[in-house]
Every structure is written in C-alpha cells, then in structure tokens.
C-alpha cells in the first residue's frame, strides 16, 4: 500500500490549489479516505473524509464551503480542491487511508492505517 501526494506550492491569499493522492496497492473506492493537516507548531488536524465508493463527505468547519474532496477510480485518486484559500490554511496535507468503511471515529487518527509523506501548502501574499 502507499500513498503519494502532489499538488502543494506557494498560493495568494484567495487563490485555489488541487492536491492529489495516487493511491497503489489497493483499490481506492473500496475504504473511506481522508486529508489531514498539520500547520508548524500544531497537532495534525482532520480536514476531510470520503466515504466507501465516494458515498459521503464530511468536512471540519474550518474548510467547509471552500474545500472538496472526491475520488477518481479511473486514476486510482483521491482529490482535495482548495478554493479561497486563507493565510490560515498554510500546513502540510496529508491522505490517509481509513481502516474501517464504518461512518464512527473520521476524526480520530488512530482510525487511520495508512499515510502519505505529505505536501506542503503555504498561502502567502
């Protein structure tokens, strides 16, 4: 199993950024999904959950209305779209892959089996 992410850079405050996780090993819609994060100085934070065949979609406060997250089965990929971006949204994003396709505990890492290296977002003016 491995999970790479791609996508990150350098945004203007507003401006949109896509990231992306190749998921191998696995077949992606068959678990649910997530993208954390974790800003420097600060514990990782859930971000986002997709549910077992893209059924559902939960998202933290802080990115709802702004963020999507979606799963491509052709490519095997898992997205995070990232529109008006906030100085506050500067971290390192990660995929993750659920154990469990059950809806309890999206928020608790420990649910979590597998994750990406991680790719780095920074929103700057």
């Known amino acids: 199993v491995q999970l790479v992410e791609s996508g990150g850079g350098l945004v203007q405050p507003g401006g949109s950024l896509r990231l992306s996780c190749a998921a191998s090993?696995?077949?992606?819609?068959?678990?649910?999904m997530a993208w954390w994060r974790q800003a420097p100085g600060k514990e990782r934070e859930f971000v986002a959950h997709?549910?077992?065949?893209?059924?559902?979609?939960n998202y933290a406060d802080s990115v709802k209305g702004r963020f999507t997250i979606s799963g491509d089965d052709a490519h095997n990929t898992l997205y995070l779209q990232m529109n008006g971006l906030k100085p506050e949204d500067t971290a390192i994003y990660y995929c993750a892959r659920k154990t469990s396709v059950l809806a309890a505990g999206i928020r608790r890492e420990y649910n979590y089996d597998y994750w990406g290296q991680g790719t780095q977002v920074t929103v700057s003016s």
């Open positions: 997709i549910a077992y065949r893209f059924t559902d979609r």
């Open positions: 090993g696995f077949t992606l819609s068959e678990y649910a």
